[in-house]
């Protein structure tokens, strides 16, 4: 019988220590690809130093905090986002609806919230923890966290979450109490990104529904030089922005 794969000594850092660099992450032959570190603290300074050299965190209630950054990345560039007839045909039909809005950053904690308590298929529990909220909830009033919300009617009906520095940006979670409201979200914050010349987001991993929309996986080194130039550019002010629909009109559906 073969022998499992031995388990790899996990780094463990202070909040007073740096996390470690990337490549020490373990492999894909270990029980966790991507796992880098654990750590007690989870702060919105902690977040800009995780997200700033692609890591981020990731733990269940009762875990400490881990951090990942997994090899592969999966990531949607935003040019081949798959604006599909279908989700085409179902924003024009919302757009004429005198109670439909999209926005940025008007709920930014409900959204999270919302996003903790959705159902995930296969999942009795949520990542999304407490303490997890309450970091974002520190980073968003900082400026690198934001959201994209779906509005019917005056209530909240879909959104998504993510962090942003620079033109690097890291798509969070999302939800949805409506037909394809997740994918309007999505579709808004790519038009913005488009219009911005905003080139990639990341998904971190890979889903069949981020697939779909036309995500992909690329190699970490790849992933993180991007970063590395993208969060040098200048900030977008999220909070103004608003669907750009001949941004998202222009794409390329064959991809």
Request: one cysteine or more.
């Amino acid at each position: 019988m073969p022998r499992a794969p031995k388990m790899p000594d996990l780094i463990w850092i202070q909040a007073d220590e740096p996390l470690p660099s990337t490549h020490l992450a373990w492999d894909a032959q270990s029980p966790a690809p991507g796992l880098l570190a654990a750590s007690h603290d989870l702060s919105a300074t902690r977040l800009i130093e995780s997200y700033s050299h692609g890591i981020f965190p990731w733990f269940s209630a009762g875990q400490p905090v881990l951090w990942w950054t997994p090899d592969p990345r999966m990531v949607l560039h935003t040019t081949h986002f798959r604006f599909h007839r279908s989700l085409r045909q179902t924003m024009k039909r919302w757009l004429h609806h005198p109670g439909f809005s999209l926005t940025f950053d008007r709920a930014f904690s409900q959204v999270m919230r919302r996003c903790s308590a959705a159902p995930r298929p296969g999942q009795s529990g949520t990542w999304i923890v407490p303490a997890m909220v309450t970091a974002y909830e520190d980073l968003h009033r900082a400026g690198h966290a934001h959201s994209a919300e779906v509005w019917l009617d005056g209530e909240l009906v879909a959104g998504l979450y993510f962090v942003a520095l620079g033109h690097a940006v890291f798509g969070e979670s999302m939800f949805t109490t409506v037909t394809d409201g997740s994918k309007m979200a999505l579709a808004s914050l790519v038009s913005v990104c488009l219009k911005h010349g905003i080139m990639t987001i990341d998904c971190q991993q890979n889903t069949r529904h981020l697939a779909s929309l036309g995500a992909q996986e690329i190699p970490r080194a790849e992933f993180l030089a991007s970063v590395q130039l993208s969060r040098l550019m200048p900030p977008v002010h999220w909070a103004e922005q608003t669907l750009y629909w001949d941004a998202l009109t222009a794409l390329d559906t064959t991809l």
